[in-house]
């Protein structure tokens, strides 16, 4: 489980095909405080998908994503140099500072627009038609990771105010309209909407 408070931004180094190339191996460099106390095996959190460290190493860890997972996500689409977004997952005990994640992305979305609004920006996704019911205005949604409350709801899109602090530690400072985004919705919407295909 994770919180969606990303605490490192990493670099991808390289992307290794494996497995006949269905199947990719990514190699991602990190400051070496972030892998503190991490082991072969932990899960890790890439921009809102949840990927096991296969290796580590002194600054970077690498991961395997199967066919399911790049054609589920943005991962498919990721070249060297891309920003990720990273959390390890959570402890007892930790600080839930944002919402409880799972790490497995429901579905891709797509920047539609960002707009400075006061001292923040309104930034405006547009959600697959699947995803899209199960997102409530001051629900939380993940983007990328990112644990943000929704703002507005308008059909497939919606809204989410971003402060320049979230900007400056997230790759939030790097998207433009038209990129591809990872989101998550909130745990308990899928559950309520599983429940609801069973209504009498």
């Not at 095909?17 to 405080?33: A, Y």
Request: hydrophobic letters at 45%.
């Amino acid at each position: 489980m994770f919180t969606g408070i990303v605490t490192a931004l990493g670099s991808l180094r390289e992307v290794q095909p494996i497995g006949g190339g269905h199947d990719m191996r990514l190699v991602i460099g990190v400051e070496p405080e972030f892998l503190a106390g991490a082991v072969v095996g932990c899960s890790i959190a890439c921009s809102g998908a949840c990927l096991t460290a296969v290796d580590l190493y002194a600054d970077s860890f690498s991961a395997n994503a199967s066919a399911e997972t790049l054609s589920k996500t943005t991962l498919g689409a990721w070249k060297p140099g891309r920003r990720i977004n990273l959390e390890r997952s959570l402890k007892l005990g930790d600080e839930l500072g944002g919402h409880l994640m799972s790490g497995h992305v429901d579905g891709v979305g797509e920047v539609v627009a960002a707009t400075p609004e006061n001292a923040s920006v309104r930034w405006r996704f547009r959600a697959p038609a699947h995803v899209a019911p199960h997102i409530a205005v001051k629900g939380s949604i993940a983007i990328d990771g990112v644990s943000l409350t929704v703002n507005e709801v308008d059909g497939l899109e919606f809204g989410v105010n971003i402060i320049p602090h979230t900007a400056a530690v997230t790759s939030f400072g790097t998207l433009q309209p038209g990129d591809a985004v990872n989101l998550e919705i909130d745990t308990l919407a899928r559950y309520v909407a599983r429940l609801m295909e069973f209504r009498a």
